[in-house]
């Protein structure tokens, strides 16, 4: 989260950059552009000091689009670039940007080592469940049976689910947002820079070229309201059109709960902690398959890489004798030849 | 190393020698690269010029006794100037019989070998694998040797010291063996006191049980009638100075401090550990109090990419490695290579293929740093050659890494980066100014390929610039606007303009040098760690009489100087000597094609050797 705030007041075209969108029309990649654009105003750090740091796919064409600071990197290492970039300047707000092949495949190595360290960095996932930049092959998060160009009689790899490894890899905050929901996605943004700490946040992102209609069981505007439960900190757990299901916790176990039968009443539904330290419900939450939960699932606040590196460092600069490297060179076992 | 001469038999018992060459060698546990240290040091002060190499086992613990857990020192100290830790040695140490066995080959015939007898039981045979011992079997015949009771002497100057453990007691022979040494080479051991105390400041019973020892050893030495000589190296001619004895990859990571500190940048290492890299890891981790941000890396590749994260946000970055690690790297280098960053890549080489011989020394690298990379991506190579001057490559590096916006790879090799040597110390004050490519102003009409006309280097907008806000990547881009573009003549442009960059860095670079003739017969060429062995070499035939024989040793290997091909126009026959199957010889093949190249190869995970060298070019002399 950035400390600094900002005089200058912008707008959303303060972060468009003249560069023309090249992705396919109806690609929900712009609606994540746009809602990051409408949300870095919100957000109070200056234009100056945001990064975006990609890998490669559709995804990471991404900062391009961006006015700000950017770098398109190396397919599956923009965690690593980033590191290295919030490391050397702390006062950024750092983004990495990622698809599912880029984040989970090439770079998985990188994706779970950034979320242990837990730098204050926000990455957003854009999950397709394909690879779209190379035209189409199973990722690691494609369905069995999946038919895609390297899988033309089903996929035989089962799926990663973004949220359950994440979290299995000491992810302190983990959102899950639907592609086609730029309100929730927008706010979901300003509070992942808010948030001290490596924020995930997984978006389900429609490939329309291919993989069309992937998640729209769950995101379709028709089914939305009964297949979703978008969950919020501090408030029940309830969807439906009327509000009228919740979550309820048998045994070990999340179960959906009708308000009024059974005996159910509103009492009875579990109200969200998403900033609990222990990940048991938040991973429950995430491999719930009905309904699907999506938002903020999991923000636990924990101390940064960022503020274990800083005490060391004061800790050190104030024990130690050297203050140039003269001093260094000169200290211990010297002799003069005369 | 030329044979130390006979100067004068100054006094009765007394030798003078030029130079001479000690191994200890002992078990793992034993403290011999402590005790080669400490020889190594007090020859120092007292003025000598010194060279050492240690040759540990590459398993952790290995088992007590056994041959493959045998460690050594070797250090060469010398009145005249030491370019090497030696060929062969002059006095072996050996605490016990592994030690003897896989050290004999080193030692001159008729030359003194010092055992501690007490480590010659039926067990400790055994494990080293001797069928008898020996000590008893005549098999020693042709050496000097000198049997000390050594663990029972030290056990006997421990007596009354109350209150201190066995296991302390066996470990403080090494002193004993020190003890002797310094007094066959007319050392005091003063210095060693003053360090042990040092040491143990807490435990003053052990401090005081190994200076004991230390001087036991050293009477010990003087009254015994089994040493008949003891030996004088006066000091040698060096420049006035303030020195310190440096390791190799020390000196590397305190040329990034300088560096750093000259530049006014932050230092940003992003590494993973391989041998024989790790040690720089190691030493900058300790520097936090100087800002260094030392980051141990998931693996190679986010070493790297870490690293050029904290060069696009402005720090001096740099990553460490070895051949494997390297291979590794090769993409994000592309990457650094094309997004035109500063960057220095260092890889201390050692034996491959794959993962090879990890603990030993090659030069096989080269070509990996020259063209291993895909498509058209060159890069500045340089190469240290002595442990001390890994100080001075490190920091050039860093230095053409900044003014010219690219990747360096820095070489050395296992054989500087273990060894040590003299180092005069340099104050940063004294140390040639680093400019950077940092943008000033407001950033109206400014493009993130806008070039230096003189270097063709790019400049350097780092976030938090504010007007400056701008995206590079690994696309090609737009020579003008820095877009991305796929226009197909500015790929051949932007292509041609990123060869041409590295190429006038020839205009910052120094000429090459040639040692001992100019012109003539013969001219010795190599490049990096070899440096001390073909020195010697050449210098022992000129010594001998010979006046046409040049050396020409290069740091500078991509771009070469200016005036390669002028020096080498002025020899008859040019041989290029290397660490590897020819790597550089191709090189140059490339370059100066009207020239022969002769090669002179070894691929041993060994350095050198001087009889080797000094054979191969008589052969190549006229008769
Ligand atoms: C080293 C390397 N290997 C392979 C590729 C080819 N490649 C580019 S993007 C990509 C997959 C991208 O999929 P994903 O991360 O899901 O991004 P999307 O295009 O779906 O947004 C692959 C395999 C590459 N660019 N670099
Ligand atoms: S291929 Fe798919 S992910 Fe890529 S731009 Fe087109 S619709 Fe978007
Ligand atoms: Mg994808």
Known sequence: ???????????????????????????????????????????????????????????????????????HGIHGRAPAIATGVKLANPDLSVWVITGDGDSMAIGGNHFIHVLRRNMDLNIILFNNEIYGLTKGQFSPTSLVGQKTKSSPYGNTQPPFLPGELAIGAQARFFARIGGNMPKEMTQIFIEAEKFKGTALIEVLQNCVIFNNGCFSKYTDKTVRDDQQLFIEHGKPMLFGKDREKGLVLNGLKLEVATIGENGVTQEDILVHDAKEQDPTLHQMLVRLEYPLVTGIIRSFVDVTLGEREDALTAQVKADSEFTKTDDLFFSGETYVVK | MAIPRLLADAEKGNEILEAVVIRFVGDSGDGMQLTGTQFTDTSAMFGNDVATFPNYPSEIRAPQGSLYGVSGFQVHIGSIEVSTPGDNVDLLVAMNPAGLKTNLYAVKPGHTIIVDTDSFSKKNLEKAKYDSNPLEDGSLENYRVIEVEMTSLTKEALKDIEGIDNKSITRSKNMFALGMVYWMYHRSPEYTIDFLNKKFRTQPLIA???????????????????????????????????????????????????????????LFLGSYPITPATDILHELVKHKHFGVKAFQAEDEIAGITSAIGAAFAGDLAITTTSGPGLALKTEALGLAMMIELPLVVVNVQRGGPSTGLPTKTEQSDLLQALYGRNGESPVIVIAASTPANCFEYAYQASKLALEHMTPVILLTDGYIANGSAPWKIKTVAEMPEIRNNKVTGNGEEWHAYDRDEETLARSWAVPGTKGFEHRIGGLEKDQVTGNVSYVPENHEFMTKIRAEKIKRVENYIPDLTTEFAGEGDVLVIGWGGTYGALHTAVKQLQEEGVDTIGFAHFNYINPLPKNTEAILGKFKKIVVCELNNGQFAKVLRIHFSRFEFLQFNKIQGLPFGNDELIQKFKQLLPK
């Not at chain 1, 023309?20 to 552009?33: A, K, M, S």
């Not at chain 1, 234009?47 to 770098?71: H, T």
């Not at chain 2, 050293?218 to 100075?241: D, H, Q, R, V, W």
């Open chain 1, 1 to 71: 989260m950035m400390e600094t705030t900002t005089e200058e007041k912008y707008m959303f075209k303060d972060f468009v950059s003249d560069q023309e969108v090249r992705w396919c029309p109806g690609c929900d990649d712009y609606v994540i552009l746009r809602s990051l654009q409408k949300a870095l105003p919100e957000m109070g750090v200056r234009k100056e000091d945001v990064v975006f740091i990609s890998g490669i796919g559709c995804s990471s064409r991404f900062p391009y689009y961006m006015d700000a600071y950017g770098m």
């Open chain 2, 208 to 266: 005081e049980a190994n200076t004991k020892v230390l001087n036991a050893g050293y009477y010990f030495a003087e009254t015994l009638e089994l040493i008949p000589n003891s030996y004088t190296i006066a000091p040698a001619k060096m420049e006035p100075g303030t020195y310190r004895i440096i390791l190799g990859n020390t000196a590397t990571a305190w040329g990034f401090l300088a560096a750093a500190e000259k530049s006014g940048l932050e």
